[in-house]
């Protein structure tokens, strides 16, 4: 699916207007969900082109569009990518960067939970679904972004993470181990920008924004007796991953940002 037009990359290459974002292109993976909606306004409303991506086209459609009246004459552009496929991904960035000029930040929003009542219940079917959506997704997108990334002067991968993978519960054995997986190889992605790095040091860099878990309205409509407590809502998600490209390089790279107490 791709719902953007050559009028809407022209425009998109004289960026979104003069906020701190100008003139960014950033990809948004699991741009269909209530986070990544939210992300997409934000991004737009500091500026940036936001290209998303989701395994939904009906939900990414909805969010492209919500971005767009939110902000009007931003360029918001919904895009198909296989995230469990590389080529599918390669191509995706191959094509942003070609169509965009550049490509600033990947922010990594696919997510997915499966958990169970004791340890021993733990269904190895779970892992097998959980290791595509938290792993092999964030393997892809690191892998065909990073070299776009590090050509930027600003690129940034933003990996959204769980608390959960610091402390495991007996439950959640199949999602901690999941989400600490997706945490190492993003890691590692930060000391390949490190490596690769000038003598000025990195200006790209590899981050995880963590929490405990996501709330949003639709959420505290359906139970507006529950306190959510230690939950952060999504727009504050969204503020903090626009808040990444405010901070050097050298200050995000390879570094675990909370977003609620350390367990």
Do not use: C
């Given at each position: 699916?791709?719902?953007?037009?050559?009028?809407?990359?022209?425009?998109?290459?004289?960026?979104?207007?003069?906020?701190?974002?100008?003139?960014?292109?950033?990809?948004?993976?699991?741009?269909?969900?209530?986070?990544?909606?939210?992300?997409?306004?934000?991004?737009?409303?500091?500026?940036?082109?936001?290209?998303?991506?989701?395994?939904?086209?009906?939900?990414?459609?909805?969010?492209?569009?919500?971005?767009?009246?939110?902000?009007?004459?931003?360029?918001?552009?919904?895009?198909?990518?296989?995230?469990?496929?590389?080529?599918?991904?390669?191509?995706?960035?191959?094509?942003?960067?070609?169509?965009?000029?550049?490509?600033?930040?990947?922010?990594?929003?696919?997510?997915?939970?499966?958990g169970g009542t004791?340890?021993?219940?733990?269904?190895?079917?779970?892992?097998?679904?959980?290791?595509?959506?938290?792993?092999?997704?964030?393997?892809?997108?690191?892998?065909?972004?990073?070299?776009?990334?590090?050509?930027?002067?600003?690129?940034?991968?933003?990996?959204?993470?769980?608390?959960?993978?610091?402390?495991?519960?007996?439950?959640?054995?199949?999602?901690?181990?999941?989400?600490?997986?997706?945490?190492?190889?993003?890691?590692?992605?930060?000391?390949?920008?490190?490596?690769?790095?000038?003598?000025?040091?990195?200006?790209?860099?590899?981050?995880?924004?963590?929490?405990?878990?996501?709330?949003?309205?639709a959420m505290r409509?359906?139970?507006?007796?529950?306190?959510?407590?230690?939950?952060?809502?999504?727009?504050?998600?969204?503020?903090?991953?626009?808040?990444?490209?405010?901070?050097?390089?050298?200050?995000?790279?390879?570094?675990?940002?909370?977003?609620?107490e350390r367990p």
């Amino acid at each position: 699916m791709s719902d953007g037009t050559d009028t809407a990359r022209q425009e998109a290459k004289m960026g979104n207007g003069n906020g701190p974002l100008s003139g960014a292109v950033i990809a948004v993976a699991g741009a269909g969900g209530p986070a990544g909606r939210a992300t997409l306004e934000r991004l737009a409303d500091a500026g940036a082109v936001v290209v998303g991506s989701d395994n939904n086209p009906e939900r990414l459609a909805e969010a492209v569009d919500a971005a767009r009246y939110a902000h009007g004459g931003a360029t918001v552009v919904g895009e198909k990518a296989d995230l469990l496929d590389l080529q599918s991904v390669r191509d995706w960035a191959a094509h942003i960067e070609r169509d965009f000029g550049r490509v600033d930040g990947l922010v990594h929003l696919v997510g997915g939970w499966r958990g169970g009542t004791a340890f021993t219940r733990t269904g190895i079917d779970d892992w097998d679904l959980l290791e595509k959506l938290l792993i092999r997704t964030v393997q892809h997108t690191s892998l065909a972004f990073f070299d776009a990334l590090q050509r930027s002067d600003r690129g940034r991968y933003v990996l959204i993470s769980a608390a959960g993978a610091a402390k495991p519960t007996a439950g959640n054995a199949a999602y901690a181990a999941a989400k600490a997986a997706a945490e190492a190889w993003t890691l590692a992605m930060a000391d390949g920008f490190r490596k690769t790095a000038g003598e000025g040091g990195p200006t790209s860099a590899a981050t995880i924004l963590i929490v405990k878990a996501l709330v949003h309205e639709a959420m505290r409509a359906e139970r507006p007796n529950a306190k959510f407590a230690g939950f952060t809502d999504v727009r504050d998600l969204a503020e903090a991953i626009a808040g990444v490209w405010e901070k050097p390089a050298a200050e995000v790279n390879g570094n675990r940002l909370w977003l609620t107490e350390r367990p």
